[in-house]
């Protein structure tokens, strides 16, 4: 298994402004995703964090808008640029360990709130 | 685009009965499934895995699958109050190694006393 650490938990930010998400897990593990969970809604993969290169993001979501950076087996971070109320949302950090099970181990989340 | 459907809810059933929650998926090359459980406020934490046709069973719960159908299944026996949560079906397209999780969009389950 693996244990998960966010940071901040939440956040209350203004529109415009960035904020950067940290990741920190445990253990080494073999690949680190990012989800959004908005309110009532289920869990969406933003990008996978790549070792030492850029990010593999998903359909509808952009580097620009969502840089994340992984230099090294444990740690990364995601930033939330130029917020707006639409990205309020839970922001998850997950990852697969090096046992390859499958199973994604989760933070706590980090749930922000643009006004 | 490969999708992970599941039952609407939410779910409500009385302490004691047995809660069904079902999963499709769209991509039949899936290879592993997961069911997940997360409490209100809090992440999702996986409750059963499982990677082959049939039954599998831990405790009160008991995953099935069956990959002609691209149906996938949990259930809860004894059901008790405190597994009251929302239920996730994930479906991971490439294997354990290097495929992703898709998440269905969740049940709500509430057992009352």
């Known amino acids: 298994s693996a244990v998960i650490s966010q940071k901040p938990s939440r956040d209350i930010c203004q529109r415009g402004t960035s904020l950067t998400i940290q990741c920190q897990v445990d253990?080494?593990?073999?690949?680190m995703f990012w989800y959004r969970q908005q309110p009532g809604q289920s869990l969406t993969l933003i990008a996978t964090?790549?070792?030492?290169?850029?990010?593999?993001?998903e359909s509808g979501f952009v580097i620009d808008k969502f840089p994340i950076s992984r230099p090294n087996l444990t740690f990364s971070t995601l930033t939330v640029s130029n917020m707006s109320p639409e990205d309020s949302s839970i922001y998850l950090c997950?990852?697969?360990?090096?046992?390859?099970?499958?199973?994604?181990?989760f933070g706590e989340g980090s749930r922000l709130t643009v006004l | 685009q490969k999708e992970v459907e599941q039952n609407s809810g939410p779910l409500s059933v009385p302490e004691g009965a047995i809660a069904s929650l079902n999963c499709t998926y769209s991509?039949?090359?899936?290879?592993?499934f997961f069911w997940y459980r997360q409490y209100s406020g809090k992440s999702p934490e996986l409750i059963m895995s499982?990677?082959?046709?049939g039954d599998k069973e831990d405790g009160r719960f008991t995953a099935q699958l069956n990959k002609a159908s691209q149906y996938v299944s949990l259930l809860i026996r004894d059901s008790q109050p405190s597994d009251s949560a929302t239920y996730l079906c994930?479906?991971?397209?490439?294997?354990?190694?290097?495929?992703?999780?898709?998440f269905g969009q969740g049940t709500i389950l509430t057992v009352h006393p």
């Open positions: 991509d039949r090359g899936s290879q592993s």
């Open positions: 253990s080494q593990v073999t690949m």
């Open positions: 499982i990677y082959s046709n």
């Open positions: 994930a479906v991971n397209d490439r294997g354990t190694s290097y495929g992703k999780l898709t």
């Open positions: 997950s990852a697969k360990t090096l046992e390859n099970t499958g199973e994604l181990f």
């Open positions: 964090a790549n070792q030492g290169s850029e990010a593999t993001y």
